[in-house]
């Protein structure tokens, strides 16, 4: 009876989770292998394994990384989307509808404009920060504090009284331009080395990722992933009101600055290693819900997943759509993000 | 058992609740009656924790309440609000929120089979794997209290949680929080805004106006006089030919 039906709703949601989990491998291995394989097979794999080897380096210095990075990138702006959404009580909320990407890539140019100029006299403060984390470093971690900074206005917004969903979203588009203008005013006064570097920045583009800078996105994205897991319950609850998820032992003040804390960490960081990838934080979360349901400890993962799966998308879709031009993932996503999202506000009924 | 402790409330440069004091006992319906602003909601709040007091307490058993640790409160005292925000949760998966303060890592067996008495007692079994954004306004507040229920609270607050009903669903909802009441031998506080429904489902009244009781106690509080200061309007309490009480203005 209800405990058969319930079961049976349970597992036609957790297939649909599966079915798209298995999709990854299969694009990924076609992402991989694609154009390598060609007569031989056979001899494919073999040179796969030596280490010289034409096809080992394309597939593990050129495509793995680029893969990993699309995986990780996606599935922490899916992640970090889904959380802003669930703890703002707000749909439209995102990495980059927030300003919260556009915070972090203005933070990147920041450091990029400075670390340049730098070079040259170690006794700056900025001299001192390069010679200390490199370059790379210095980027990620002023990209992390703009990105934080705007979560703080957020938060600080979404705790007036007055702040309504729309409110916050209005700040979020407020701060954007803000940090746009900003990157702009840089631009204009970089020089040509500089600039490009910027310029590229404002769009993500997936075949920036090394390893050493996987790894370390992997090391900011599994806790994240861990922490909004294990915290999945309460989000449920703040969907009944905070009041009552209060009254449910769900200490709210905390948990949304937490959650919102982490997802600007995430963002960061992927902002700071591929620059911004717009819309995927935005779309895949509705695209979950639209699979799944509401219950967050199934869209999590699903939503972890759906960011992969449409990173990835984008990034083989703007390598085949100009060919031989690869247009980078972030102009694709920016493109095919919006139709996308006007579809999910306005197309048909709600399945 | 539940009781105020001389419990003051103030926002800022706002007095609103000043040297209360009163008991709740398990078993028993709870109804605080006054009118819009006098500072209902607030002492909800304070009962559920999630204001502090000024000045006073209020103390649960022996334990000053608002010291005591969220996750615990939790599962004691469950909490129904007026409107409940639409989500696409399911039923049951709302219902299973009610767990939340006895959850580990993942939700158990036991857990679904509360949840589903739970259902079933209040016959919602039907509705159960809709999203409640699809539920009508009593639907809606039917599965408020399952969920609290499914809390297995001891104390059961709801404020104004039928004023946005009309007359049968008001009914069925006051029928169902005075049998669980009486069962669960719960102590239950509701705030309501509808004389005839308090008189008819109310055991225990607080008046409150301009930041005190006016008076408590069982139906005899409930006077012309009492009302009429309470609401400010001229209000009669009539007795019908059954014996129930009625108000008119």
Aim: hydrophobic share 50%; aromatic share 8%.
């Amino acid at each position: 009876m209800l405990a058969v039906a319930y079961q049976r709703y349970r597992r036609s949601r957790l297939r649909r989770l599966w079915l798209l989990l298995t999709l990854l491998p299969l694009l990924a291995a076609l992402i991989l292998f694609s154009g390598l394989v060609g007569d031989n097979p056979d001899l494919f794999w073999r040179q796969l394994q030596i280490n010289d080897a034409l096809p080992h380096l394309i597939v593990w210095q050129i495509r793995m990384p680029r893969l990993l990075g699309a995986l990780l990138a996606g599935g922490g702006l899916g992640l970090a989307g889904l959380v802003l959404q669930v703890v703002l009580k707000n749909p439209l909320a995102a990495p980059t509808t927030l300003g919260i990407a556009q915070g972090a890539a203005f933070g990147a140019a920041l450091a990029i404009t400075l670390a340049g100029r730098a070079e040259e006299d170690l006794n700056t403060l900025t001299g001192f920060l390069v010679a200390l984390g490199g370059h790379a470093n210095l980027i990620a971690g002023s990209a992390f504090v703009f990105s934080l900074l705007t979560t703080l206005v957020i938060v600080f917004l979404g705790r007036l009284r007055r702040a309504g969903p729309e409110t916050i979203i209005l700040a979020g588009v407020a701060l954007s331009s803000l940090f746009l203008a900003g990157t702009t005013f840089l631009q204009y006064f970089a020089d040509d080395t500089r600039l490009a570097m910027i310029v590229h920045w404002t769009f993500g583009d997936l075949s920036r990722g090394s390893w050493p800078e996987l790894i370390r996105l992997a090391l900011v994205i599994v806790p994240a992933a861990l922490y909004f897991f294990s915290c999945r319950f309460s989000y449920n609850a703040l969907a009944a009101g905070d009041e009552v998820a209060f009254s449910l032992g769900v200490n709210v003040t905390r948990l949304r600055l937490i959650s919102m804390l982490a997802a600007a960490l995430v963002t960061a960081m992927i902002v700071a290693f591929f620059g911004i990838l717009g819309f995927v934080g935005l779309v895949a979360p509705h695209m979950s819900r639209r699979l799944v349901g509401a219950d967050n400890s199934l869209l999590l993962p699903l939503s972890m997943v759906m960011g992969s799966l449409v990173l990835l998308g984008a990034d083989l879709f703007g390598s085949l759509v100009l060919d031989p031009v690869a247009l980078p993932a972030g102009v694709v996503t920016a493109f095919l993000g919006t139709p996308v999202f006007l579809l999910l506000l306005f197309g048909g009924d709600r399945g | 058992m539940i009781r105020l402790d001389n419990l003051s409330f103030a926002y800022p440069q706002q007095p609103v609740l000043s040297g209360l004091t009163a008991v709740f006992t398990p078993g028993r319906l709870h109804v605080v009656l006054g009118g819009n602003g006098v500072g209902k909601t607030t002492l909800i709040g304070l009962l559920a924790g999630r204001l502090k007091p000024a000045r006073g307490c209020v103390r649960l058993s022996e334990n000053i309440l608002h010291t005591l640790p969220v996750e615990i409160l939790a599962r004691r005292l469950a909490l129904v609000t007026q409107r409940q925000p639409l989500t696409e949760l399911t039923v049951i998966d709302y219902l299973l929120l009610g767990r939340k303060p006895y959850l580990g890592w993942r939700v158990g067996a036991a857990d679904r089979e509360v949840v589903f008495m739970v259902l079933r007692e209040l016959a919602l079994e039907p509705l159960a794997l809709r999203p409640l954004s699809r539920l009508s306004g009593g639907e809606l507040q039917k599965c408020a209290i399952a969920r609290a229920l499914v809390q297995q609270p001891k104390i059961l607050l709801l404020d104004e949680a039928t004023s946005n009903l009309d007359l049968k669903n008001q009914l069925a909802m006051m029928d169902i929080i005075r049998r669980e009441t009486r069962e669960r031998s719960l102590v239950t506080i509701i705030t309501l805004h509808d004389l005839n429904l308090a008189l008819r489902f109310g055991d225990h009244f607080f008046l409150l106006k301009d930041q005190r009781f006016l008076a408590q106690g069982d139906r005899s509080v409930l006077t012309d006089d009492n009302l009429s200061r309470l609401y400010e309007v001229n209000i009669r309490v009539f007795k019908d030919v059954e014996g129930n009480l009625s108000v008119v203005v």
